[in-house]
């Protein structure tokens, strides 16, 4: 059998080269050129894919943002894609709120805060001072209404949070050992 035909595919026969229109009898599936018009080098074959992409208008569409020309599938152009997008006009924009380690940020225009520290500072007017630490009260980190909020010294905290430990274990040993 000659080489190119394919007897069980029809659409291996003859199909017309993209340059000349010539019928031809294509090697494979991605084969588009005639032997006479086929590109010899890849520096031939990338000028011709240009040209052809030209041809095609360009895959070119109109930015969302600054109104000029962008490539199909990209969501902004070359020059707004790269400013830097925060707050508001980032895509990602969720509403300012977000959880880390079960506490939540919000953002300010300094960047993203404690929430907790925010309610507490505009509640009492001041800032929270040096070496303190604004305590949730009932232990639930993302509760920050400001009566659940108290601003205590590192150390007294840590002290604080070792005695409330140590109670909750003894009250398990207790159950454990009580008769029933």
């Known amino acids: 059998m000659p080489k190119g035909v394919y007897p069980h595919n029809p659409v291996y026969k003859d199909k017309p080269c993209a340059i000349c229109g010539f019928p031809f009898s294509p090697n494979g599936p991605r084969d588009i050129y005639c032997p006479v018009c086929k590109p010899k080098t890849a520096k031939e074959q990338a000028c011709l894919a240009s040209k052809r992409f030209r041809e095609r208008g360009g895959g070119y569409n ?3 943002q600054c109104g000029g020309r962008k490539q199909v599938g ?4 070359q020059h707004c894609s790269h400013k830097k997008l925060v707050g508001a006009a980032h895509p990602g924009w969720k509403g300012g709120r977000r959880y880390r380690k079960r506490y939540v940020q919000i953002w300010t225009p300094q960047g993203y805060v404690l929430e907790h520290r ?3 500072e505009q509640t009492h007017n001041k800032k929270v001072p040096e070496n303190y630490v604004v305590h949730h009260l009932n232990g ?3 509760d920050n209404r400001p ?3 108290v601003a205590v010294s590192c150390h007294n905290h840590e ?5 409330k430990l ?3 274990r003894i009250r398990e ?3 454990l050992h009580l008769p029933l």
């Open 166 to 168: 140590a109670q909750k």
């Open 173 to 175: 040993l207790e159950q």
């Open 62 to 64: 109109q930015c969302p």
């Open 159 to 163: 002290y604080q949070t070792l005695l």
């Open 74 to 77: 990209a969501t902004l152009c």
């Open 147 to 149: 009566e659940n909020l």
């Open 118 to 120: 925010q309610v507490w």
């Open 140 to 142: 639930i980190p993302d």
